[in-house]
């Protein structure tokens, strides 16, 4: 909450050259970028969105529906509302329910191996948990991890990898 706006995007913009020089996106591929929640001081995921439907890429962004999160395909003129948590969505309700390259994931906070800490509703443990597969969860974070999360849940589902301003962390290597 601290970051200005400009710091914000800034970083933002290191996070996003992190994820291109780790990834080999292609045309097709199917990606679920969260939309930041503005007042929180979240990442810019538009750079990443536009790049996205520039590789020709299949882009999805969250929805929640009652106590989970669907898939909405968006494209360049989808049209978005803001939902009661303060979350910008997709106004569409038609949940894609199709296997995902990619989960681009918020995140407070997340320890080295994985563990991710949201705002605690545990909408993304289900999502990840979902019938469909998911390739990579990547969470992307301002901060590199230096603490372990001290309340892991037998429902928590770790992260693949992390990408930071200045760095990648595959939690998949042993």
Partial sequence: MALSQDEVNFLSQKIFEQFVLQFNVFENQKVNVFLPIGKMNEINTQIFI?????????????????????????????????????????????????????????????????????????????????????HNKIGLNFFFPDQDVADVFESDIALDGLITPYNFIDFNIN
């Fill in 50 to 134: 536009d790049y996205f439907f520039d590789k020709k890429l299949k882009v999805f962004a969250p929805k929640i529906k009652g106590d989970k999160i669907i898939s909405v395909e968006i494209f360049p003129d989808s049209d978005f509302e803001i939902n009661n948590w303060g979350i910008k969505e997709p106004v569409s309700n038609i949940d894609s329910n199709v296997d995902l390259d990619y989960v681009l994931a918020p995140l407070l906070y997340c320890d080295r191996f994985g563990n991710r800490v949201g705002y605690g509703k545990g909408f993304y443990d289900s999502f990840f948990s979902g019938d469909f597969g998911i």
